[in-house]
């Protein structure tokens, strides 16, 4: 797929379940001084205050939408982890978002991409080089992106106080991350909401009977919020809509 042509972005911060700023339209690359508040009061948790890394609950999750692939901002303290990197030529838009966050590059402590396509991925090369954090991927996934910062997660490890589950079927090294403390879960392709709750999308997709298993394992985590790459997210009785998208799935 060739995403160059896009260039329409939206930036929505959110803090937990809640809309802290506003949406802003516009070209594919604002300036450092575009029209975005400055967040003033504390996004408030997701959930529960349970500890993270550092002592320190996961503070709320802001939402950079590139119109129609999303990027995740997770911050904890003065720390973020951001969690997909969109299209290319997107680092302008997620610097915003940092900004919006009250955060910059040097907040950003781990990059974690859900897989290698180019929505997700593809402005790897750009950002790569503004953050002195880690970066890391699916292990099956590692060697399509041809970059040597990048380091394997496999289903199970824990990073930044959150939990890698791997989630293949999409890719073959495709992961989503879960917050155990307020159950966020971001899900980057193996759930979609563009219309309704759904899984990944079989065009686009290597093993749908692998992802479909991967959509039931993510059932039966204690999921509070569904933030998909692909449509808006889901934070109300986002663990009834997913077990009954599970239960559909053969």
């Given amino acids: ?14 803090g937990g379940s809640g809309v802290l700023g506003l949406t802003v339209v516009g070209c594919s690359s604002p300036s450092p001084s575009a029209s975005l508040p400055p967040t003033s009061s504390p996004a408030s948790p997701a959930s529960s205050s349970s500890p993270g890394a550092g002592g320190e609950a996961l503070g709320g999750w802001n939402r950079v939408d590139l119109d129609f692939v999303s990027v995740y901002i997770l911050v904890r303290g003065a720390e973020a982890a951001v969690v997909d990197l969109g299209v290319a030529n997107s680092a302008p838009d997620i610097e915003a978002g940092l900004k919006a966050a009250g955060m910059s590059w040097s907040s950003v402590k781990h990059i974690l991409l859900t897989h290698k396509h180019a929505d997700h991925a593809g402005s790897l090369p750009t950002v790569a080089p503004l953050v002195t954090g880690s970066i890391h991927t699916g292990a099956a996934d590692v060697a399509a992106l041809a970059n040597a910062q990048v380091k394997p997660l496999d289903d199970g ?27 966020v879960l971001v899900a980057g392709d193996a759930l979609r909401t563009v219309s309704g709750l759904q899984g990944a999308d079989p065009k686009y997709t290597d093993d749908t009977a692998r992802a479909n ?17 692909h ?15 599970a239960d559909s799935l053969t």
């Fill in 231 to 245: 449509g808006a997210p889901i934070t109300e009785d986002a663990a009834g809509k997913l077990r009954k998208l």
């Fill in 1 to 14: 797929m060739d995403f160059s042509g896009i260039t329409r972005r939206r930036l929505l911060v959110s």
């Fill in 157 to 183: 490890a824990e990073i930044f106080g959150l939990r890698v589950i791997g989630t293949p079927g999409h890719t073959a090294g495709h992961i989503s991350i879960f917050d155990p403390s307020t159950g």
């Fill in 213 to 229: 298993r991967s959509v039931r394992a993510l059932a039966e985590l204690p999921v509070r919020t569904i933030l998909p790459g």
